[in-house]
Each structure stands twice: as C-alpha cells, then as structure tokens.
C-alpha cells in the first residue's frame, strides 16, 4: 500500500523559504506525477505543481515564480521549495501521487490524485 | 484564470440521492475528477475521467455530464458520506479544483 508522509519546519519567517519534503513508501518514485497540493485553514484546495518521475515539472502559474519541485530517488523522496513567503502561504500542504495519463491540450496529465499525504500546516508568521 | 463553480452546501436525508454540481466554462471539453474530503483528513478520489471510479469506492458514486455542469451523484447517501467534495478539473497545464461543497446528511 502506498503511502505518503510529508515533513518539514511548521513555522517559517515571512520573506524566507519554506521547505517541505514527502516521503513515500510502498511503490517506486520512478513512475507516476509527484504534486504538492495546499489547503488555507477553512478553505479549498489549491493545486502548487508537480514533478513527473523523468524530471520534468509543471508549476501552477501564480505561484510559479517562487516555487521549485525536485525528485532525489534514491531516497524514495520529492521536495517543495517556496521562496519569498508570506502569510498568505499559510496552509497544510499535501503531498500526492498523479496517475493515468491522459492527453489535456497537447499535453499529458494525471487523471487523479492518490493517495495523499496527511498534510503539514505551515504557519508564516514572524 | 479558469474557475470551478460548486454550491457551498448540500443536505440530503439518509437514503436519498445527493447531487452536487460542478460549472465552468467549456467543461464539457475537459475530464472532471471528484474528490471527498473528511472532517481532519486527506482528500481521497471518488470519480475520476468524468464517470470512472476507482477500486475501493462504492458504486453509489457516479459521475455524469449536462451541458458545462458535472455532477457527482451518491445514490442512498449514508451518513459516512458526510464530507466536504471538491470537483477538479485541467486548465490547460494547470489543475484547478472547485471551492468545494459541504455534504450534510441530516
């Protein structure tokens, strides 16, 4: 059974990066769509971006800017780095395993999310 | 930027069907994915490619189409039901999910 686990420093300074990684167990990091997908306390979900297991990523244009996903397989791990952060950044991230290809505007992207992470909270807040 | 319209609330009455909606604009031209979420958990996918669902979900799930609306339908609601359900869908290179609806079955 798949699992996914993220970790990372719950309280960062408004203006520093915040770093999170996701651990997965249970299946191989050299296959499927690695996303990392917030959620505001109270609010909805909003999608940061993804790595696909060759390498390639695909970032959420309003965020894009300020964010870098990275694979280290031999660790089984992908990471989330969000530079220049403020207290609109606070939210639990997820972590989440994309699969079922499927072609969307001359692209291919994963048809679902899953499993996901239990999610961090991460607060900026000086 | 694309949007995904969802009704905040929903009731339904155990046993009867609950239906929730999903709009945007051109969504008959893109596949929908819905996902439930519980009271302190991590969101789990319930239909996925408008209609598919995923081993391990009841068959009172299912998803359909009219027009530029989806909609996830539960059949025989039961309380576990009960959850927050946000549609999501692919703008291009970007996933956009609904704000989400609030499932109560009273």
């Known amino acids: 059974q798949v699992q996914l686990q993220e970790s990372g420093p719950g309280l960062v300074k408004p203006s520093e990066t915040l770093s999170l990684t996701c651990s997965v167990s249970?299946?191989?990091?050299?296959?499927?769509?690695w996303n990392w997908i917030r959620q505001p306390p109270g609010k909805g979900l909003e999608w940061i971006g993804y790595?696909?297991?060759?390498?390639?990523?695909n970032y959420n244009p309003s965020l894009e800017s300020r964010v870098t996903i990275s694979l280290d397989t031999s660790k089984n791990q992908f990471s989330l780095k969000m530079n220049s952060v403020s207290a609109e950044d606070t939210a639990v991230y997820h972590c989440?395993?994309?699969?079922?290809?499927?072609?969307?505007?001359?692209?291919?992207?994963?048809?679902?999310?899953?499993?996901w992470g239990q999610g961090t909270l991460v607060t900026v807040s000086s | 930027s694309y949007e995904l319209t969802q009704p905040p609330s929903v009731s339904v009455s155990p046993g009867q069907s609950a239906s929730i909606t999903c709009s945007g604009d051109r969504l008959e031209d893109k596949f929908v994915s819905w996902y439930q979420q519980k009271p302190g958990q991590s969101p789990i996918v319930v239909i996925y490619q408008d209609s598919k669902r995923p081993s391990g979900i009841p068959e009172r799930f299912s998803g359909s189409y009219s027009g530029n609306t989806a909609s996830l339908t539960i059949s025989g609601t039961q309380a576990m039901d009960e959850a927050d359900y946000y549609c999501?869908?692919?703008?291009?290179?970007?996933?956009?999910f609904g704000g989400g609806t609030k499932l109560t079955v009273l």
């Open positions: 999501q869908a692919w703008d291009s290179s970007t996933a956009i």
């Open positions: 989440a395993r994309g699969g079922d290809r499927m072609a969307v505007a001359g692209r291919y992207q994963p048809a679902w999310f899953d499993p």
């Open positions: 249970g299946d191989s990091i050299n296959n499927y769509y």
């Open positions: 790595i696909y297991y060759s390498g390639s990523t």
